[in-house]
Protein backbone atom coordinates (compact mmCIF):
# COMPACT_ATOMS: atom_id res chain seq x y z
CA UNK A 1 0.00 0.00 0.00
CA UNK A 2 1.31 3.58 -0.75
CA UNK A 3 1.57 6.18 2.24
CA UNK A 4 2.51 10.00 1.80
CA UNK A 5 4.48 11.41 4.32
CA UNK A 6 4.90 15.46 4.66
CA UNK A 7 7.72 16.15 7.04
CA UNK A 8 6.59 19.76 8.24
CA UNK A 9 3.06 20.42 10.54
CA UNK A 10 3.98 24.09 10.13
CA UNK A 11 5.75 26.54 8.00
CA UNK A 12 5.98 30.14 9.45
CA UNK A 13 7.70 32.32 6.35
CA UNK A 14 7.87 35.93 5.56
CA UNK A 15 6.20 37.25 2.84
CA UNK A 16 8.07 37.51 -0.48
CA UNK A 17 10.05 34.96 0.88
CA UNK A 18 10.86 31.17 -0.77
CA UNK A 19 9.39 28.52 0.44
CA UNK A 20 9.31 24.46 0.20
CA UNK A 21 7.04 22.30 1.31
CA UNK A 22 7.97 18.69 1.94
CA UNK A 23 6.33 15.53 0.34
CA UNK A 24 7.67 11.71 0.42
CA UNK A 25 5.87 8.88 -0.48
CA UNK A 26 6.14 5.21 -0.77
CA UNK A 27 5.02 3.23 -3.03
CA UNK A 28 5.82 -0.44 -4.51
CA UNK A 29 4.41 0.36 -7.96
CA UNK A 30 4.49 3.54 -10.04
CA UNK A 31 2.11 6.58 -8.55
CA UNK A 32 0.22 9.67 -9.68
CA UNK A 33 1.16 13.28 -7.73
CA UNK A 34 -0.64 15.81 -6.32
CA UNK A 35 -0.64 18.92 -4.37
CA UNK A 36 -3.84 20.11 -3.12
CA UNK A 37 -4.72 23.46 -1.25
CA UNK A 38 -7.41 24.04 1.45
CA UNK A 39 -7.85 27.85 1.98
CA UNK A 40 -9.65 28.68 5.64
CA UNK A 41 -13.61 27.33 5.58
CA UNK A 42 -13.18 25.81 1.96
CA UNK A 43 -12.80 22.80 0.05
CA UNK A 44 -9.93 21.58 -1.54
CA UNK A 45 -8.12 23.04 -4.47
CA UNK A 46 -5.93 21.50 -7.15
CA UNK A 47 -2.59 23.34 -7.40
CA UNK A 48 -0.67 21.07 -9.49
CA UNK A 49 -0.06 16.87 -10.44
CA UNK A 50 2.57 14.79 -11.47
CA UNK A 51 0.96 12.16 -13.87
CA UNK A 52 4.01 11.36 -16.50
CA UNK A 53 6.30 13.29 -18.56
CA UNK A 54 8.56 16.34 -17.30
CA UNK A 55 9.24 16.15 -13.75
CA UNK A 56 9.03 20.35 -12.72
CA UNK A 57 5.67 20.28 -13.15
CA UNK A 58 4.14 24.01 -12.94
CA UNK A 59 0.85 24.84 -11.25
CA UNK A 60 -1.19 27.70 -10.42
CA UNK A 61 -0.52 30.41 -8.43
CA UNK A 62 2.99 30.59 -9.22
CA UNK A 63 3.57 26.79 -7.30
CA UNK A 64 5.98 24.64 -8.84
CA UNK A 65 6.46 21.16 -8.29
CA UNK A 66 9.52 18.40 -8.85
CA UNK A 67 8.92 15.06 -8.89
CA UNK A 68 12.36 12.30 -7.53
CA UNK A 69 11.82 9.24 -8.37
CA UNK A 70 15.22 8.39 -6.63
CA UNK A 71 14.48 9.86 -3.66
CA UNK A 72 10.39 9.18 -3.94
CA UNK A 73 9.67 13.11 -3.17
CA UNK A 74 7.81 15.78 -4.54
CA UNK A 75 8.07 18.88 -2.88
CA UNK A 76 6.27 22.31 -3.70
CA UNK A 77 8.01 25.30 -4.20
CA UNK A 78 7.22 28.70 -4.51
CA UNK A 79 10.06 31.53 -5.21
CA UNK A 80 7.98 34.37 -3.57
CA UNK A 81 5.10 33.89 -1.03
CA UNK A 82 1.94 36.34 -0.40
CA UNK A 83 -0.31 37.23 2.42
CA UNK A 84 -2.93 34.93 0.65
CA UNK A 85 -1.16 31.61 0.24
CA UNK A 86 -1.53 31.10 3.90
CA UNK A 87 -3.57 27.54 3.73
CA UNK A 88 -3.36 24.22 4.54
CA UNK A 89 -1.68 22.09 1.84
CA UNK A 90 -1.47 18.43 1.13
CA UNK A 91 0.34 16.13 -0.88
CA UNK A 92 -1.69 13.02 -2.31
CA UNK A 93 -0.62 9.75 -4.24
CA UNK A 94 -2.83 7.74 -6.01
CA UNK A 95 -1.04 4.19 -8.30
CA UNK A 96 -1.59 4.37 -11.41
CA UNK A 97 -3.55 0.70 -11.34
CA UNK A 98 -6.69 -0.54 -9.91
CA UNK A 99 -7.37 1.61 -6.97
CA UNK A 100 -8.51 4.93 -7.85
CA UNK A 101 -8.57 6.88 -4.38
CA UNK A 102 -6.04 9.18 -3.58
CA UNK A 103 -3.67 8.50 -0.28
CA UNK A 104 -3.04 12.08 1.61
CA UNK A 105 -0.19 12.91 3.70
CA UNK A 106 -0.92 15.02 7.23
CA UNK A 107 -1.10 18.05 5.65
CA UNK A 108 1.15 21.64 6.35
CA UNK A 109 0.27 24.85 7.11
CA UNK A 110 1.77 27.65 5.49
CA UNK A 111 1.80 30.64 7.54
CA UNK A 112 2.60 33.85 5.82
CA UNK A 113 3.86 36.43 8.08
CA UNK A 114 3.93 40.52 7.52
CA UNK B 1 -13.50 20.63 -14.33
CA UNK B 2 -16.95 19.70 -13.24
CA UNK B 3 -18.25 22.37 -11.08
CA UNK B 4 -19.36 20.05 -7.65
CA UNK B 5 -21.85 20.88 -4.99
CA UNK B 6 -22.78 19.87 -1.70
CA UNK B 7 -25.49 20.42 0.45
CA UNK B 8 -25.79 21.02 3.54
CA UNK B 9 -22.81 23.63 3.57
CA UNK B 10 -23.04 23.22 7.10
CA UNK B 11 -25.21 21.51 9.94
CA UNK B 12 -25.52 21.33 13.84
CA UNK B 13 -27.20 18.17 14.60
CA UNK B 14 -27.74 16.08 17.77
CA UNK B 15 -26.11 13.02 18.82
CA UNK B 16 -28.63 10.03 17.85
CA UNK B 17 -30.12 11.74 14.55
CA UNK B 18 -29.16 11.14 10.58
CA UNK B 19 -28.39 13.60 8.01
CA UNK B 20 -27.91 13.38 4.54
CA UNK B 21 -25.32 15.04 2.23
CA UNK B 22 -25.91 15.46 -1.10
CA UNK B 23 -23.41 15.60 -3.99
CA UNK B 24 -24.25 17.42 -7.38
CA UNK B 25 -22.06 17.35 -10.23
CA UNK B 26 -22.92 19.69 -13.53
CA UNK B 27 -21.80 16.47 -15.57
CA UNK B 28 -21.34 12.94 -15.91
CA UNK B 29 -18.41 11.45 -13.88
CA UNK B 30 -17.87 7.85 -13.78
CA UNK B 31 -15.89 7.54 -9.98
CA UNK B 32 -17.39 9.54 -6.91
CA UNK B 33 -15.52 9.35 -3.54
CA UNK B 34 -16.49 10.48 -0.05
CA UNK B 35 -13.53 11.59 2.25
CA UNK B 36 -13.72 12.93 5.90
CA UNK B 37 -11.83 15.24 6.84
CA UNK B 38 -12.13 15.10 10.81
CA UNK B 39 -10.79 18.09 12.78
CA UNK B 40 -6.79 18.93 12.25
CA UNK B 41 -6.42 16.42 10.25
CA UNK B 42 -6.25 15.24 7.21
CA UNK B 43 -8.59 13.46 4.53
CA UNK B 44 -9.94 9.82 4.88
CA UNK B 45 -11.74 7.99 2.03
CA UNK B 46 -14.37 6.39 3.61
CA UNK B 47 -15.64 4.66 0.25
CA UNK B 48 -15.75 4.82 -3.65
CA UNK B 49 -20.02 5.31 -4.99
CA UNK B 50 -20.25 3.25 -7.45
CA UNK B 51 -23.25 3.89 -10.15
CA UNK B 52 -26.02 1.27 -9.95
CA UNK B 53 -24.03 -1.18 -7.01
CA UNK B 54 -23.15 -1.09 -3.90
CA UNK B 55 -20.17 1.29 -2.49
CA UNK B 56 -17.12 0.18 -2.03
CA UNK B 57 -16.28 1.04 1.68
CA UNK B 58 -12.71 1.68 3.07
CA UNK B 59 -11.06 -0.69 6.32
CA UNK B 60 -13.03 1.19 9.44
CA UNK B 61 -16.07 2.46 7.81
CA UNK B 62 -19.23 0.46 7.29
CA UNK B 63 -22.70 0.46 5.36
CA UNK B 64 -24.81 1.08 8.25
CA UNK B 65 -23.65 4.09 9.80
CA UNK B 66 -22.66 5.66 6.22
CA UNK B 67 -24.66 4.24 3.98
CA UNK B 68 -24.30 5.87 0.14
CA UNK B 69 -26.23 5.91 -2.79
CA UNK B 70 -25.10 6.99 -6.22
CA UNK B 71 -28.34 6.88 -8.31
CA UNK B 72 -27.37 8.15 -11.50
CA UNK B 73 -23.71 9.28 -13.07
CA UNK B 74 -24.21 13.38 -11.64
CA UNK B 75 -25.24 12.82 -8.29
CA UNK B 76 -24.45 10.78 -4.88
CA UNK B 77 -25.81 11.12 -1.12
CA UNK B 78 -23.45 10.01 2.09
CA UNK B 79 -26.17 9.76 5.37
CA UNK B 80 -24.33 10.13 8.60
CA UNK B 81 -25.89 7.52 10.61
CA UNK B 82 -26.65 7.55 14.44
CA UNK B 83 -24.30 10.49 14.85
CA UNK B 84 -21.98 10.89 17.84
CA UNK B 85 -19.79 13.89 18.78
CA UNK B 86 -16.80 11.67 17.41
CA UNK B 87 -18.40 12.07 13.78
CA UNK B 88 -17.94 15.68 13.66
CA UNK B 89 -16.12 16.28 10.88
CA UNK B 90 -15.64 17.87 7.65
CA UNK B 91 -17.27 15.53 4.81
CA UNK B 92 -16.26 16.17 1.17
CA UNK B 93 -17.17 14.39 -2.23
CA UNK B 94 -14.87 14.43 -4.97
CA UNK B 95 -15.07 13.03 -8.38
CA UNK B 96 -12.71 12.08 -11.10
CA UNK B 97 -12.21 14.47 -13.85
CA UNK B 98 -12.92 13.85 -17.56
CA UNK B 99 -11.86 11.11 -20.08
CA UNK B 100 -9.11 12.87 -20.67
CA UNK B 101 -8.05 13.68 -17.11
CA UNK B 102 -9.33 11.06 -15.04
CA UNK B 103 -6.55 10.37 -12.83
CA UNK B 104 -7.05 13.76 -11.06
CA UNK B 105 -9.95 14.54 -8.85
CA UNK B 106 -11.92 17.26 -7.80
CA UNK B 107 -13.27 18.26 -4.60
CA UNK B 108 -16.62 19.47 -3.62
CA UNK B 109 -16.85 22.76 -0.84
CA UNK B 110 -17.71 20.10 1.52
CA UNK B 111 -19.74 20.18 4.33
CA UNK B 112 -19.47 20.64 7.90
CA UNK B 113 -20.95 18.86 10.18
CA UNK B 114 -20.61 19.50 14.03
CA UNK B 115 -22.81 16.83 16.49
CA UNK B 116 -23.70 17.89 19.89
Known amino acids: AQSVTQLDSQVPVFEEAPVELRCNYS??????LFWYVQYPNQGLQLLLK??????LVKGINGFEAEFNKSQTSFHLRKPSVHISDTAEYFC????????????FGSGTRLQVQP | SAVISQKPSRDICQRGTSLTIQCQVD?????MFWYRQQPGQSLTLIATANQGSEATYESGFVIDKFPISRPNLTFSTLTVSNMSPEDSSIYLC?????????????FGPGTRLLVL
Open chain 1, 27 to 32: SSVSVY
Open chain 1, 50 to 55: YLSGST
Open chain 2, 94 to 106: SVGGPVSDQETQY
Open chain 1, 92 to 103: AVRVDTGRRALT
Open chain 2, 27 to 31: SQVTM
